[in-house]
């Protein structure tokens, strides 16, 4: 018992397979070309390009005549000119303007469990 197909039908199952294919790659590429349209939208949203630089308001100075500087105060002074200083090396290096947002300590280290530190040194370290 042998089924005689006609070929007008194989053709047209043939087609229509290739053609749903073809529609639906079609359509997976437009949506990656919006999700990437998408993306980088957002994030050129996010760089903040048009924002003004903030103003870093001056130390308050005590009421009283004499005035005093303590000694961390004059550490972190001197440490914030040094890395205003690099800041500005590196933006006459590479040509772009640079800024500082914010200066802030960094945890302590001890904290840390000790796969941390380890991975931190690995990644750090000199070739």
Same mark, same amino acid.
């Given at each position: 018992?042998?089924?005689?197909?006609?070929?007008?039908?194989?053709?047209?199952?043939?087609?229509?397979?290739? #053609?749903?294919?073809?529609? /639906?790659?079609?359509?997976?590429? !437009?949506?990656?070309?919006?999700?990437? *349209? +998408?993306?980088?939208?957002?994030?050129?949203?996010?760089?903040?390009?048009?924002?003004?630089?903030?103003?870093?308001?001056?130390?308050?100075?005590?009421?009283?005549?004499?005035?005093?500087?303590?000694?961390?105060?004059?550490?972190?002074?001197?440490?914030? #000119?040094?890395?205003?200083? /690099?800041?500005?090396?590196?933006? !006459?290096?590479?040509?772009?303007?640079? *800024? +500082?947002?914010?200066?802030?300590?960094?945890?302590?280290?001890?904290?840390?469990?000790?796969?941390?530190?380890?991975?931190?040194?690995?990644?750090?370290?000199?070739?």
């Amino acid at each position: 018992m042998e089924m005689q197909m006609e070929w007008s039908y194989v053709g047209a199952v043939v087609i229509s397979g290739l #053609a749903i294919v073809f529609v /639906a790659l079609i359509l997976l590429i !437009a949506a990656v070309w919006v999700m990437g *349209r +998408i993306f980088t939208a957002v994030k050129s949203g996010k760089s903040g390009g048009g924002d003004k630089p903030k103003e870093i308001a001056p130390a308050p100075q005590p009421k009283n005549d004499t005035p005093s500087v303590s000694a961390d105060t004059e550490d972190e002074s001197e440490i914030i #000119a040094v890395i205003a200083a /690099a800041v500005a090396a590196m933006s !006459a290096e590479c040509g772009k303007p640079l *800024r +500082i947002h914010s200066i802030k300590r960094a945890g302590s280290t001890s904290k840390a469990n000790s796969w941390a530190r380890a991975a931190r040194s690995e990644n750090t370290r000199a070739f």
